[in-house]
């Protein structure tokens, strides 16, 4: 069973910047799909971002333009790049890959956005 490890989250001021990674304890060579997702106090947990097997990106209305998604190499396959943070970002972030056969979810990283 992999298990995903997210890193990176923090407490960070208004337009600030955080990177966060997601590592797996054993080594993930093939994806259909990876993606951040969050979930912000008294809210669902929604997608963030996601990055397809073929390259293909997606994000969310409210972070397009400040977040970026890339993938990484098999132990730390998903990476997330947020840019001009706002307290609306304040959540658990988790990263998620769909390998086809199973999908892997980490524990989540907190990010809190202070105004």
């Known amino acids: 069973q992999v298990q995903l490890v997210e890193s990176g989250g923090g407490l960070v001021q208004a337009g600030g910047s955080l990177g966060l990674s997601c590592a797996a304890s054993?080594?993930?060579?093939?994806?259909?799909?990876m993606g951040w997702y969050r979930q912000g106090p008294g809210k669902q947990r929604e997608l963030v971002a996601a990055?397809?097997?073929?390259?293909?990106?997606n994000y969310a209305d409210s972070v397009k333009g400040r977040f970026t998604i890339s993938s990484g190499n098999a132990k730390n396959p998903v990476y997330l790049q947020m840019n001009s943070l706002k307290p609306e970002d304040t959540g658990v972030y988790y990263c998620?890959?769909?390998?086809?056969?199973?999908?892997?979810w980490g524990q989540g990283t907190q990010v809190t956005v202070s105004s």
């Open positions: 990055v397809t097997r073929g390259g293909t990106t």
């Open positions: 054993e080594s993930i060579f093939s994806f259909n799909l």
């Open positions: 998620k890959v769909e390998t086809g056969y199973a999908d892997y």
